[in-house]
Nanobody, 118 residues
Framework: QVQLVESGGGSVQAGDSLRLSCAAS????????MGWFRQAPGKEREFVAAITWTGRSTNYADSVKGRFTISRDNAKNTVYLEMNSLKPEDTAVYYC???????????WGQGTQVTVSS
């Protein structure tokens, strides 16, 4: 079993930055691909960003391209989401996910709240 623990959320002003972290309890094939999703109140969970084991391939939702950057430190079993130029519409609970391939996630974290005020 893989446990994912997110951290780094908080309340910020529009235009500010935050960095989220997601630490995996173990390194397995099931953490080859890792991703970030978010869910705003009253909305469905949506994809934000994903990264492969090597870091050579990354995907982003159109809404965050150019503002968010996903990266990973495999020595620490940790994936990061650097969020810049935050907007109120980025307000959501952010979840970390892990799986063998991008788009196929078996493990999810508990989420961390990000609130952006105008």
């Amino acid at each position: 079993q893989v446990q994912l623990v997110e951290s780094g959320g908080g309340s910020v002003q529009a235009g500010d930055s935050l960095r989220l972290s997601c630490a995996a309890s173990v390194r397995t094939l099931s953490t080859d691909a890792m991703g970030w999703f978010r869910q705003a109140p009253g909305k469905e969970r949506e994809f934000v960003a994903a990264i492969t084991w090597t870091g050579r391939s990354t995907n982003y939702a159109d809404s965050v391209k150019g503002r968010f950057t996903i990266s990973r430190d495999n020595a620490k079993n940790t994936v990061y989401l650097e969020m810049n130029s935050l907007k109120p519409e980025d307000t959501a609970v952010y979840y970390c996910a892990a799986g063998r391939r991008i788009g196929f996630y078996n493990y999810w974290g508990q989420g961390t709240q990000v609130t952006v005020s105008s």
